[in-house]
């Protein structure tokens, strides 16, 4: 009976599928809520699990040139996983773009409808954009421009409008995005540069009003992942952020994907 009953359990154990790998991952702020919905999706689909740590591009590189144990990389730009493959610290060969950020000028439950145009001109037909151009508020968000680039993209707007200057003392400066977002939607700003992800994703998209920045005013947001640690888990990641299904999620969330053109 003995060997037989460890010929049982023998194959009851290799029916039994491995234990999960655990994938750590630092994501930009933006996009960690749709991160979020890809990793459930892809740990329904694998025998593996995501454990997300969300914040500004700047302050992750940091942390992972100091040696923090990440095994992925979704950065908010590509200058930092490229930085990451010149110092060997991120596999080179594994970096892609995931998405292409858009920015939108944001002001919470003052209209019942959405307002965006890209006629920088006509101030008139948009309210934020008026409301902007004639200083009507007292404090404006953004994420810090050295640590995020949606932040960057945010200056770059103001220094395109010649407003950078002029509104130096009403800028309250987030360390990232979802820190910019959290000034405005708690009243400590009246108006916020922020991801057009933010409000598409919260029932806040249907209570304000914003201006859809032209994609000539600011740089690219090019958003880039890497592999730091390579392991099986975090190739079987990468390649699902590539398919159909994880391309189609990233769209729906207010992104530009790598199969679309950025207008």
Do not use: C
């Not at 990468?238 to 530009?256: C, D, W």
């Amino acid at each position: 009976m003995k060997p037989l009953l460890f010929v049982l359990v023998f194959l009851l154990l290799r029916s039994i599928p491995a234990s999960a790998d655990e994938i750590r991952v630092a994501v930009a702020s933006n996009f960690a809520p749709t991160l979020k919905a890809l990793a459930l999706v892809f740990e329904k689909q694998s025998e593996h699990r995501l454990v997300l740590a969300s914040g500004s591009s700047g302050k992750h590189y940091a942390q992972i040139s100091h040696g923090a144990p990440f095994d992925l990389f979704f950065a908010a730009d590509a200058k930092r996983p490229q930085l990451l493959e010149r110092k060997g610290l991120a596999i080179v060969g594994s970096r892609f773009t995931y998405a292409y950020g858009k920015l939108v000028l944001w002001q919470p439950h003052t209209h019942k409808l959405d307002y965006k145009t890209t006629e920088i001109n006509t101030p008139a037909e948009n309210p934020v954009l008026g409301k902007l151009k004639q200083a009507g508020f007292r404090y404006l968000a953004i994420a810090n421009p050295k640590l995020a680039p949606y932040g960057k993209a945010a200056e770059e707007t103001l220094v395109k409008l010649n407003l950078w200057d002029t509104y130096q003392t009403r800028i309250v400066r987030g360390e990232n995005i979802a820190q910019a977002f959290h000034f405005v939607t708690t009243g400590n700003a009246q108006l916020g540069f922020i991801a057009y992800s933010q409000i598409k994703n919260t029932d806040t998209h249907s209570t304000g009003s914003y201006w859809d920045i032209p994609a000539a005013y600011y740089q690219p947001i090019t958003q880039q992942a890497v592999i730091l640690k390579h392991s099986p888990a975090a190739v079987a990641f990468m390649t699902f952020m590539r398919s159909p299904v994880a391309i189609g999620i990233i769209h729906r969330a207010g992104y530009f994907t790598p199969t679309e053109n950025r207008p």
